[in-house]
């Protein structure tokens, strides 16, 4: 076959046999029937491309790329994107439909020139496994979806934004790729550009890997919903996600950099494990990693990079409440060699670097550097806030809390360095307070068993009655030792 097309011939075509099958349909792609019901088929072989499946990539025949993405998906095997002429556009007039993978098994790879494809319709996602009913029903379930090497460009500088007064809801527009309520879902290796809210938003998938992964120019300031960032794991609560895996993912332009959110409703909690971030590196966003309102286990965050992360919140498992977890379990939760540059620089107040809440287990956040920021003019900003668990309104204290090898030097003082509430126990070794703190260095207003130790501060003129604040009601402070300081003893 010369072509797929007559009009764009050269395009799409490749070596078809005559296969003695005879009861399989005609779609478009992998089986086309002659009006006489014989089978042709491609050769055995023979890769598949998805301009085999109709598409042109010139940027004008949306309507021809659409569909042929379409059957490519349907048919669940591995579909190589070649490099376009132009772009292939995806369109469509059904808010929330765009590609919907009828089968599981989808997998589409490019050729290593990173193929653009381009969002054309504002209401409409790139890929997704669902059309918005309003009842979050899903097509499927589709299992093995794996998308590598593609160049997914939503388009936010040519389309409107989504939310209009004419439509019922503004939630969820405009992602690079949106499933839901599936399994196995691998992003690798992909560029997500200009969206409105989104690059990908993997809702209540049961293992999810994303890796190597670039987002820019997402959930821009004047986005309805601007809490959106480049990478979203969502949840209804009653179907969490689990095992979930990010490597290797850089962040610019957008934001946020990763919302886990994994559903509460009316107090009814499901839990979420296995979580592993590592590698991020952000800039010029607004908020970072935040966990929230659902319960985690087994979380760790690692080699994470930002700069610039306006609005604080770098990194933060919180469950619910900003100040500490309200019924809402989460355990073991690791925070590891972080570096944060000129962070939580906008006129905000009451935020901090990095929050870390929890209800029993181990909460560890080791080697950690903070450096300049917080010189927005906003008040009450901490660097580094632990907290246990509120349950039925009384403190649960359980858990062990440790803050090992940090360094805090910010551009204006912050309320607290660190901040401990409503836990059992808190360890800190290894702590520089480089700069100033308005309030104290280590503030535990509920109490529990502290141990601090090894630990220097080098800001002059410190007055030594703001190193230390607890609550003796609660609680108790022991060994401080191995503090050096040049202002005190």
């Known amino acids: ?20 099958d005879s009861t399989s349909a005609d779609d478009g792609f992998t089986c086309f ?30 309507h021809e790329d659409t569909s042929a993405f379409q059957r490519a998906a349907d048919a669940g095997v591995s579909v190589l994107v070649p490099k376009p002429r132009e772009f292939y556009g995806i369109n469509d007039s059904s808010e929330w439909k765009g590609i919907i993978p009828a089968n599981s098994g989808t997998h589409f790879y490019g050729d290593g020139s990173y193929p ?7 209401r409409c996602n790139i890929f997704s496994n669902f059309i918005r009913d309003f009842t979050l029903t899903a097509i499927g379930p589709i299992t093995d979806f794996k998308l590598e090497g593609l160049y997914l460009n939503s388009n936010n500088g040519s389309l409107a934004d989504p939310v209009s007064a004419s439509f019922l809801t503004g939630d969820n527009y405009s992602f690079g790729v949106y499933m839901i309520k599936c399994a196995n879902v691998t992003l690798r290796n992909c560029r997500f550009k200009n969206s409105w809210y989104g690059g990908h938003n993997l809702f209540s998938v049961q293992g999810q890997t994303v890796e190597n992964c670039h987002y820019e120019n997402i959930g821009p300031a004047n986005a309805h919903f601007a809490n959106y960032a480049a990478m979203g794991s969502d949840a209804d609560w009653r179907v969490p996600n689990q095992n979930v895996t990010y490597i290797n993912n850089e962040v610019k332009n957008c934001g946020g950099v990763l919302r886990g959110n994994n559903g509460v409703n009316n107090g009814a909690v499901s839990e979420s494990k296995s979580w592993r971030i590592t590698g991020t590196k952000a800039s010029d966003t607004k908020t970072g990693i ?25 990194i933060s498992v919180s469950g619910r409440g900003s100040s500490y977890n ?46 300049g920021g917080n010189g927005g003019g906003g008040s009450n900003n901490d660097g580094i806030v632990m907290s246990g668990e509120q349950s039925g309104g009384s403190a649960v204290a359980k858990g062990l809390f440790i803050v090992d090898g940090a360094y805090i030097k910010t551009d204006a003082p912050l309320r607290n360095h660190v901040r401990h509430n409503m836990a059992a126990n808190l360890i800190g070794r290894n702590v520089t307070h480089a700069s100033l703190s308005s309030s104290y260095m280590w503030f535990m207003p509920s109490g529990g068993r502290v141990d601090i130790s090894d630990g220097s501060v080098t800001a002059a003129g410190l007055d030594t009655s703001l190193f230390v604040k607890r609550n003796w009601a609660h609680g108790s402070v022991r060994n401080i030792q191995g503090v050096k300081t040049s202002v005190f003893a």
Request: hydrophobic share 40%; with cysteine.
């Open 1 to 20: 076959m010369l072509g797929y097309h007559s009009f764009v011939p050269g395009i799409g075509g490749g070596r078809l046999f005559v296969s003695d």
């Open 290 to 314: 935040d966990l929230y309102n659902g319960a985690f286990t087994n979380v760790s965050i690692t080699n994470t990079e930002m700069t610039r992360c306006t609005n604080g919140r770098c």
């Open 326 to 371: 309200r019924d809402t379990p989460i355990k073991n939760i690791s925070i590891k060699n972080t570096k944060l540059i000129d962070c939580l620089t906008a006129n905000v107040s009451k935020q901090a670097y990095i929050y870390a809440f929890a209800s029993d287990g181990l909460v560890e956040i080791l080697e950690t550097s903070i450096v």
């Open 116 to 122: 653009e494809i381009r969002l054309m319709a504002s």
């Open 33 to 62: 029937v002659t009006t006489d019901g014989v089978r042709i088929k491609w050769s055995v072989g023979q890769s598949l491309t998805v301009q085999m499946a109709g598409a042109v990539g010139d940027g004008v025949h949306i």
